[in-house]
Each structure stands twice: as C-alpha cells, then as structure tokens.
C-alpha cells in the first residue's frame, strides 16, 4: 500500500526531493539492504539469486547510488501483439530497427508490473514497447529473431511506462532515461486472474487490461533466467540498461483467450494506436519472480539502422 503524507519520509535524489516510506526499505538502506533482515519477510520466499549479484557503487545523474536495483518479489502480465513495421519504424529513433517475425511485421507489447517487495518499496507501473534489433546487429532479421527467442533475451525500446511513486519515477526518467511519469495505477496479478488499469491526466481511463491467468509452473531460483536490453537516449548519449528476471512462477498462452483490453484517454493509449496492433498472440503472466535492474551504460550505436 501507498504510502499517507504521516508515514514517508523526504529524501534527496540528485537534487529532487522525493517522498518513501518511513521505516521502508529504501529509508533504511539506501538500496544497501541486509539480505538477510530481506529473507524474513514473508512475501519473500528466497535471497539466493541476489547474493549471486553483488552491487557495485557508482556515480549517476541522481548521485552516488548502488547498482543493480533488487527486486525482491514481483509479478507482471505482457500481451505480446504483432504491429505493422512501418508504424513500429516511425516511432523509433533512426538508430533502431523493428525485430521482426515477418517482413513488414513486428512485436509490440503491453506489460504491467507489481513491485510487491524492492530496494525502492512497493509500486507499480505498466509499459507500451516494441522489441528491436540488437543496436550491433548484423543484416540477417531471421537470426536476430532466433537468437532472441533461444537465449530467452529480447532487446527492446520503450515509448510509454508510467508508474505510481515519486522514487521510481525519478528514478526511471533521470537515472535510466525512461519515458516515465506519476499516474494512479493499479495492477493486481494472482494465479486466477491478472488486472491492470493506468489513468489518464484527469482520472479517466488511459489504459485498461484483464485476463485469466495461464496455468502456472514452478521453477526453482536460478533455473529460469531472462534478459532485457533496453535502449534509451542519456544526455544525448545511447545507452543500454539490463534487466534481468528470475522466474519463480509462471504460465504462457498462445492466441489467448478472454483478453479484455480497453484502450481510454492518455499517453499510453495514443502510444499503442501509433503502433498499428494487428493481434495478440501471447499472453504471459509471471505470479512470481525477481528482479536485477542494472544502471544504463554507455552503448555504441550505429549512426543509422
């Protein structure tokens, strides 16, 4: 839960001043937890895949900070719909290329997140994206998508991701580059059923989903690891940020059915239009997993795709 003006604290990120909760995670460590004072939180079922990742402290456009940022127990939902290429294409900077499964067809998606236990608390947000060719990738499209889809790791870039604190919104848009704002958001994700609804500027509907949840499969920490690539602009500068997702509890369907996605008034709605969805075709929901969110790096990138 959120949360009130009575329990937060104010803290400086690079100069912005930012409200957390007093006694949270973020109050009491400054992205340094105690792994082990972690582990006994409830909702936290294992720590192993986090000491396998120690932190490196760096300097960044939001100060000193630690990297990478720890998420402890998350959830999240991706519709994943193919979209015309020369829509994808004009959405893109020139540098970048649409990945594509046909010609003339790419991959957009949906994505919401619940952020239940993390180094910067509890909070949600929800993405609109394409997946990209590698930013040095070579002229083959057909390689590109095969080498995506066996090594479970997609390069992407994102044009909406609104979120629902202060911190992570900071955060995301000064440290990472993201397109990212405050909005109320509300994503609730459990082995029946996974919903999500982003509101607009005045609190109509931007973005609205649900769906059932696939038949989930456990898999022990460590087993199922994914990657993320994504590319964003840094004071003028291509960089690449790594996500990488350990998948505790999860289930996929194909052609799903049930999908009720409503699209409103608001940022997020305009950016998926401009896309020209086709259809979906996947529908992948993760009850349980963890996550490593690297600080962005510097990334060569060819003057144009």
């Known amino acids: 839960m959120a949360s009130t003006h009575q329990d937060a604290v104010e803290v400086d990120l690079g100069g912005r001043a930012v409200t957390v909760p007093k006694g949270g995670l973020f109050d009491r460590y400054r992205m340094d937890p105690d792994l082990d004072e ?8 294992s720590v192993d895949f986090f000491r396998r990742l120690p932190k490196t402290r760096v300097d960044s456009p939001i100060g000193p900070t630690l990297t990478p940022n720890f998420y402890y127990r998350m959830s999240s939902a991706r519709l994943t719909m193919l979209a015309r290429s020369r829509a994808i294409r004009a959405r893109l900077p020139r540098e970048l290329a649409p990945l594509e499964v046909v010609p003339g067809v790419g991959l957009a998606s949906v994505i919401f997140f619940r952020y239940e236990v993390c180094d910067i608390d509890f ?9 990209v060719r590698p930013a040095r ?5 057909a390689v590109d998508l095969a080498a995506a889809l066996k090594n479970d790791h997609l ?3 994102v044009l909406s991701l609104p979120v629902n604190t202060d911190i992570a919104q900071v955060r995301g848009h000064d440290a990472y580059g993201f397109p990212k704002w405050v909005t109320e958001l509300d994503v609730d994700i459990d082995s029946r059923r996974a919903t999500g609804r ?9 973005l609205a989903f649900s769906a059932p949840t696939p038949a989930q499969h456990r898999y022990p920490s460590g087993e199922r690891v994914s990657s993320l690539t994504s590319y964003t602009s840094l004071a003028g500068a291509w960089h690449s940020t790594l996500s990488q997702t ?7 369907a194909t052609l799903p059915r049930g999908v ?24 992948d929901v993760i009850t349980e997993g963890q996550l490593a969110l690297h600080l962005p790096v510097p ?7």
């Open 299 to 305: 990334y060569s990138v060819p003057e144009a795709a």
């Open 246 to 252: 350990n998948v505790l509890s999860a289930g996929s």
């Open 155 to 157: 390069d992407s870039y």
């Open 260 to 283: 009720d996605l409503q699209l409103g008034k608001g940022r997020m709605t305009d950016d998926l239009r401009s896309l020209e969805p086709i259809r979906t075709i996947r529908l």
């Open 123 to 131: 909070y949600t947000e929800a993405a609109v994206g394409v997946a």
């Open 38 to 45: 972690v582990a006994r939180d409830p909702r936290v079922s």
């Open 198 to 206: 982003v509101a607009g500027d005045a609190g109509e509907t931007d």
């Open 137 to 141: 990738h070579g002229r083959l499209r």
